[in-house]
């Protein structure tokens, strides 16, 4: 079993959509919670971090830790064609030097 | 402005050939990183680094090797040992290793001839 898994998508939605994106981890001892954006060509953008349950906002994402499910989620309120890339989810375990741990990506497409 | 710079963005090796890529960040960063990207795969881990003149195999060293003498500079070089080295190759620093997120640069696309 894969310490992350992620839908890799791709996911087309229409501008102004709400977009959920998610992932599932295995270890219960997994601690802090990252997404990061990637455009195409170019290196991962952290966007949000996260170390407890519950919601964290910066302006249209919002990123939601569920503990006892090991359930990460991205929301993108008013998606924008900007907002078209691929996002990684990451999992930091800090019981092991702090490895992070990447999800294979989930490709997302805001059509204008 | 502080950042990671990976130089070259593109890169040719050759059947038996060595070659290097730079990473080269202005972060005051102590750990840096080097991650492997394919379609479809998660970034798997080559090499990292949490001080100078220190480093540690990550899950896929084999054909790779690094060097760390300054910290702001952290060379990774593909071998001819690596038998399938086409790939995307991201350079990460981060403050420290412990709740401390990575910064990436903007990697480097290697292939062969």
């Known amino acids: 079993q894969k310490e992350v898994e992620q839908d890799p998508g791709p996911l087309s939605v229409p501008e102004g959509a709400i977009v959920s994106l998610n992932c599932t981890y295995s270890n219960s001892a997994f601690q802090y919670f990252m997404w990061y954006r990637q455009y195409s060509r170019k290196g991962p953008e952290l966007l949000m971090y996260?170390?407890?349950?519950g919601n964290k906002e910066d302006g249209r994402f919002t990123a939601q830790v569920d503990k006892s499910s090991k359930y990460i989620s991205l929301f993108i309120r008013d998606s924008q064609p900007s907002d078209s890339a691929t996002y990684l989810c990451a999992i930091e375990a800090t019981y092991n030097f702090n490895k992070f741990y990447f999800g294979s990506g989930t490709k997302l497409n805001v059509k204008p | 402005d502080g950042g990671i710079t990976q130089s070259p963005k593109y890169l040719f090796r050759k059947e038996g050939q060595n070659v290097t890529l730079s990473c080269e960040q202005n972060?005051?960063?102590?750990?840096m990183y080097w991650y492997r990207q394919d379609p479809g795969q998660g970034l798997r881990l080559i090499y990292y680094s949490q001080i100078v003149n220190d480093f540690q195999k990550g899950d896929i060293a084999e054909g790779y090797s690094v060097s760390r003498e300054k910290k702001e500079s952290f060379p990774l070089t593909v071998t001819s040992a690596q038998k399938n080295p086409t790939a995307f190759y991201l350079c990460?620093?981060?403050?420290?290793?412990?709740?401390?997120?990575?910064?990436f640069g903007d990697g480097t696309r290697l292939s062969i001839l």
């Open positions: 990460a620093s981060s403050r420290g290793t412990g709740a401390q997120p990575q910064h």
């Open positions: 996260t170390y407890s349950s």
């Open positions: 972060l005051n960063h102590d750990a």
